[in-house]
């Protein structure tokens, strides 16, 4: 077989600037996915911010292995179509050049991507498992040197609850502190109140210093129960887990199987038995798999598009999109048998690349086998059949006569196709990644894979709204990239269409999707994102809904605790466990404690059941009382603040929360999350008012410029955005400033871009 050197470069050169703009796309939507596990780490200003580079470098081997077979199918496939489009193929094949040399320099591109995977797969993704684990601990010895944020509950070091109501970061003073502790042996419960307060570090130590501490002990006697309260004013006391002792446990805590290279994990495998021998197995399998997929979605890309060579692009675009979810699925259930002792692991691990084959082959030779034949030829008349439906006697004209012509409407179907083609992908590529990170937690427990499903199904609002500003970003400039390069811009100006013009119906739909994502943020995502954090952690701690147990609320001088019930319905059943502390409005002294079996919300009041138990404290005197039933009056429900997150929180409830919280930092983050949630309703039309004239003024740039162009716009938009709200995150910035801002910037942009272009 000769193959002339010239067209393979030429093939290359077609399907690289694809594959690259596709593999940042997906490994920046990735990354902010696997970032969001570590918000805590992130926008934390205690952790240094050599800690922050490092967990962001230890993210990226896992997304880039991950993303870069995706990116190969979907640059050869786009690039070759798009060489089908343009004639290119037929020219190539009039030259003498059959398929299989056509299919050999795009193959040996799959190859070396294969062999870049592996040495990922090999190094690299150990070593960062590694990393992962070394931030880790570095983390947990900077919280435990300084393990105290004003407004939040500590429960980190060891034996204590300790809550700050503010502070002076600047001077490291505490104000208004409380500490709960409780032995677990004897039942004794100690409460310690104090004004001020520090920690003081030393190399191997950290010691609490309360100032004018009031110390309440709560202990057992007998039927009934004995308190003690005394003014201890300063008080030290050290915290039980020393740096050296952390650095010692986490160092010689047993390495994880994430951590373990090829061969380790081999031979970890042969060293274990029953669950353990079989997750490492699966391991190494997935990575394996993962390292042999860029070359076979290099083939099966190629086949695909030459096997559809005439008028199929969508449609081979679609069943790439098919092959990519049904390849990944397939593998899924390889492992699921895997783990059930259905198949052996040798047989779960050619499940998918079997499956692929028999795809290669199929648009390969279908044309020669009656049964593949038969098949595509029913595939091919699905969108026949669409298409009759929608241009039946009535259709056409209807969607043309709410529009103002056929150019409205050729532009508007045009931007949704790529609207809904780019967030297909995108969230099929998000839910995938999400699946694998988490089906070996679903595999290893009873019921996990119906979590799993239900966790995934909740998780969607939450993926649709982090991918829509990249799918309009995407879909606008493949609109109007595509129609400059093929002159239609040119024809409709040419018959008395202003450019400006063309652009109205574009900058209509983004205003409408803006409020459709308004309503989707406010009356869907709410409640979908608090089941899909229940169910992740249910999935993370193996079946146990609440792993921490108890749940602590501040509000105005109370503070609750208690332990939710996870099977509730929005806390119909409501909690148990029910503790209140009531304290004096400014000397922060306590005044009364309110405990029973089980509490709920009613109207404006909680309402106790079950052994109810109040104490009251004043002037140095304790009144106990016990009764079957209580109620005490509470302005707001006190159970619904277990949804911390303004992801589970509509506007009026962000807003609520912004204004009762104590923390200043906590109040940062709500007030950016207001900003950002009211820009939902502008965002996909400022989007598209910098996006679609930039789009006009690439049309005389060349295929790679134009990518290159485009993804470095979506990826200064993506930095400046997240730079700015970080800023607003750590106070640096107003939270209007940090979130309007960089919309503003970028408004005007466009406006300039917009002056700018040939009318």
């Not at 695909?304 to 675009?317: D, M, Q, S, Y």
């Not at 692991?345 to 030779?365: E, Q």
């Not at 009873?446 to 995407?474: C, K």
Request: net charge positive; aromatic share 12%.
């Amino acid at each position: 077989m000769r193959t002339s050197w010239t067209i393979s470069r030429y093939l290359i050169g077609a399907i690289v600037p694809y594959f690259v703009s596709a593999w940042l796309l997906l490994s920046v939507v990735l990354f902010v996915q696997q970032a969001g596990r570590f918000s805590d780490i992130f926008f934390s200003i205690n952790i240094p911010s050599s800690l922050i580079w490092q967990l962001a470098a230890a993210l990226i081997p896992n997304v880039i292995a991950f993303t870069c077979p995706m990116a190969a199918l979907v640059g050869i496939v786009i690039g070759l179509t798009k060489m089908q489009g343009d004639s290119e193929l037929i020219a190539i094949r009039a030259a003498g050049v059959g398929n299989l040399q056509i299919l050999f320099p795009i193959a040996l591109v799959g190859i070396l991507l294969s062999a870049f995977t592996f040495l990922v797969n090999l190094y690299g993704v150990p070593f960062a498992s590694r990393l992962v684990r070394t931030v880790a601990m570095q983390t947990a010895i900077y919280k435990l040197e300084s393990p105290i944020e004003p407004g939040v509950f500590n429960t980190e070091v060891a034996g204590y609850t300790i809550y700050v109501k503010d502070a002076d970061i600047t001077d490291g003073r505490w104000k208004n502190i409380f500490i709960h502790t409780e032995n677990p042996k004897t039942g004794e419960v100690r409460l310690i109140t104090s004004k001020q307060g520090r920690i003081d570090s030393s190399d191997q130590l950290s010691e609490l210093v309360l100032e004018d501490g009031l110390s309440t002990t709560i202990s057992p006697d007998g039927q009934r129960e004995k308190f003690v309260s005394e003014k201890i004013g300063e008080v030290r006391f050290a915290i039980k887990t020393r740096r050296d002792e952390l650095v010692q446990k986490l160092s010689s805590s047993e390495t994880s199987v994430e951590e373990l290279g090829l061969g380790e994990l081999a031979e970890y495998s042969r060293t274990r038995e029953g669950k353990e021998q079989v997750e490492a197995g699966i391991l190494w399998q997935r990575r394996v798999l993962l390292s042999l997929t860029p070359l076979i979605f290099a083939i099966l890309g190629t086949v695909l598009v030459l096997r559809f060579n005439r008028g199929g692009r969508g449609f081979a675009t679609l069943v790439s999109l098919a092959s990519l979810i049904t390849y990944y699925l397939i593998a899924f259930l390889g492992e699921q048998l895997v783990r059930t002792g259905k198949i052996s692991l040798i047989a779960g691990a050619l499940m998918p690349i079997g499956a692929a084959v028999l795809a290669i082959i199929w648009f390969t030779y279908g044309r020669r086998i009656a049964v593949f034949s038969g098949i595509e030829a029913k595939l091919k008349l699905i969108p026949e059949v669409l298409s009759n439906r929608f241009s039946k006697e009535g259709g056409h004209s209807f969607f043309r006569d709410i529009t103002t012509g056929l150019c409205d409407f050729d532009l508007l179907v045009n931007i949704v196709r790529y609207y809904l083609l780019t967030l297909a992908f995108l969230s099929a590529i998000f839910v995938i990644f999400t699946a694998f990170e988490l089906w070996r937690f679903a595999g290893s427990m009873d019921g996990g894979v119906a979590v799993l499903i239900r966790y995934l199904l909740f998780l969607l609002p939450f993926v649709y709204l982090q991918l829509t500003p990249s799918a309009v970003m995407v879909a606008i400039l493949a609109t109007y990239v595509i129609k400059s390069r093929q002159n239609e811009i040119v024809t409709w100006t040419a018959a008395g269409q202003s450019v400006y013009r063309l652009l109205v119906p574009c900058f209509a739909l983004m205003l409408c999707l803006g409020f459709v994502n308004f309503g989707i943020q406010e009356l869907l995502a709410p409640y979908a994102n608090l089941l899909q954090d229940r169910y992740r952690q249910q999935l993370r701690s193996r079946g146990i809904s609440n792993p921490t147990g108890r749940f602590w609320i501040a509000e105005d001088n109370r503070i609750y605790s208690f332990i939710y019930n996870e099977s509730a319905s929005d806390n119909e059943n409501g909690v148990n466990g029910f503790a209140m502390y009531e304290f004096a409005d400014k000397a922060g002294e306590l005044q009364a404690i309110y405990r029973s079996d089980f509490a709920r919300w009613v109207g404006k009041s909680i309402t106790l059941e079950g052994n109810v138990r109040t104490s009251l404290l004043k002037n140095g005197q304790i009144a106990t009382s016990t009764q079957a039933s209580g109620e005490v009056q509470a302005a707001t429900d006190p159970f619904k603040e277990v949804r911390k997150k303004p992801s589970q929180l509509s506007i009026g409830e962000v807003r609520a929360r912004m204004a009762s919280s104590e923390s200043e930092l906590e109040r940062d983050l709500f007030a950016v999350s207001l900003e950002r949630k009211w820009s939902t309703i502008v965002l996909p039309f400022i989007i598209a008012l910098f996006t679609a004239p930039f789009a006009l003024s690439l049309n005389r740039k060349g295929k790679a410029a134009t990518v290159g162009y485009a993804v470095g716009l979506w990826l200064i938009f993506m930095a400046v955005t997240s730079a700015f709200e970080q800023f607003g995150l750590l106070g640096t910035l107003p939270p209007v400033v940090a979130v309007w801002a960089p919309l503003a910037l970028f408004a005007m942009l466009g406006t300039v871009l917009l002056s700018k272009v040939r009318t």
